[in-house]
């Protein structure tokens, strides 16, 4: 694919300004979304108004009343007992900039997709896929108020299922459009039956690269990444003991902090492999292409994934490295989607 996206000549110029203004939007809303969860800020709003929910308590009656509304779930008294008006807000505030956003993220995405459909600019096949983003973008919303309402009625946290549901739909998201915007700039052009070994490596990176960013967010929902903050050992060993202490086996993959960030390890190291393989291998029989390129940045920022990753372990997953760590898989997820899309037509 050699057409610059953002070139002026380009025929899809404006289109193209607008997919990568809302893909832009979307790593910024999952960043923000990310800072709200590291900071326990998400159960700070404990109603959904869609429409009302835009403004922020205007008064010191109003902040008092969201306040009292607050105290009343179970986070408050087990965790934030001690909690004053000053504190709350800064939550709030965290909770509030991401619904808010999410909001912004809509309107982006929905006023010049009406716009284009007026100016007959997509065909069927056009449609179909920036309509499915936008069925997942307002599914995303009721799932995230899905998720919050686990929060709030019984213990301290969101269940980790459904924030590895909220998590995993963005993604989806972003995946669309890169490839509808890949898609769009590129020539038809037919795979040769020979190349398509290439695809099957492609797409089993980038799916392993999701499946890891799911498990990520398991590791978030249950805190696995605050408990066993040793490398490369796991309390002491390789593999640790403890991996399935659930009598129901298959629900420590999901619900043993210990599994979980084992689980989380294993499938880090694995990608590193593999994508090391990957690259190694396009060098030797396609260097200097597009692809190898295009292996070799992908395992460089694997690479760098990895190191960031040990380093929010051994300090206790801190706010900053936790957030880079969080970008670092977005950029990858990104960088695997457009790897995937070369191997597939090469």
């Not at 505030?93 to 459909?117: C, K, Q």
């Amino acid at each position: 694919m050699n057409v610059k996206i953002l070139n002026k000549s380009n025929k899809f110029y404006y289109i193209n300004i607008w997919i990568c203004c809302v893909i832009s939007s979307l790593i910024l809303l999952i960043l923000i979304g990310g800072i709200t969860r590291l900071t326990d800020s998400g159960l700070s709003i404990t109603e959904w108004k869609p429409i009302s929910g835009f403004l922020l308590p205007f008064s010191q009656v109003a902040w008092e009343l969201e306040f009292s509304k607050y105290k009343l779930i179970p986070e408050f008294s087990a965790v934030n007992s001690t909690m004053i008006l000053s504190e709350f807000k800064i939550i709030y505030m965290w909770e509030w900039g991401h619904r808010f956003f999410a909001r912004i993220v809509g309107f982006i995405f929905l006023f010049p997709f009406i716009f284009f459909i007026i100016k007959r600019k997509f065909n069927t096949k056009h449609l179909l896929s920036l309509s499915l983003a936008l069925f997942l973008g307002i599914l995303q919303a009721f799932v995230g108020w899905y998720m919050v309402q686990s929060g709030l009625n019984q213990g301290v946290d969101v269940s980790q299922y459904r924030l590895a549901l909220h998590l995993a739909i963005p993604f989806l998201i972003i995946a669309i459009l890169v490839f509808f915007i890949l898609q769009l700039n590129d020539k038809p052009r037919e795979i040769q039956s020979g190349q398509r070994h290439l695809k099957l490596i492609g797409f089993l990176i980038l799916i392993l690269i999701y499946l890891q960013i799911i498990l990520g967010a398991f590791v978030s929902g249950i805190k696995a990444g605050l408990s066993y903050n040793t490398w490369p050992l796991m309390s002491g060993k390789i593999i640790p003991k403890g991996l399935f202490v659930i009598e129901k086996w298959y629900l420590n993959f999901f619900e043993n902090p210990l599994t979980v960030q084992f689980d989380h390890r294993m499938l880090g190291y694995s990608i590193f492999l593999i994508v090391f393989l990957n690259w190694y291998y396009l060098f030797l029989r396609y260097r200097k292409t597009v692809i190898e390129r295009s292996a070799l940045l992908l395992f460089l920022f694997i690479t760098l994934q990895v190191m960031v990753g040990i380093f929010v372990l051994l300090f206790n997953v801190p706010l900053l490295l936790a957030s880079i760590h969080q970008c670092g898989a977005i950029i990858i997820f990104i960088i695997a989607l457009r790897h995937a899309y070369l191997m597939s037509s090469y």
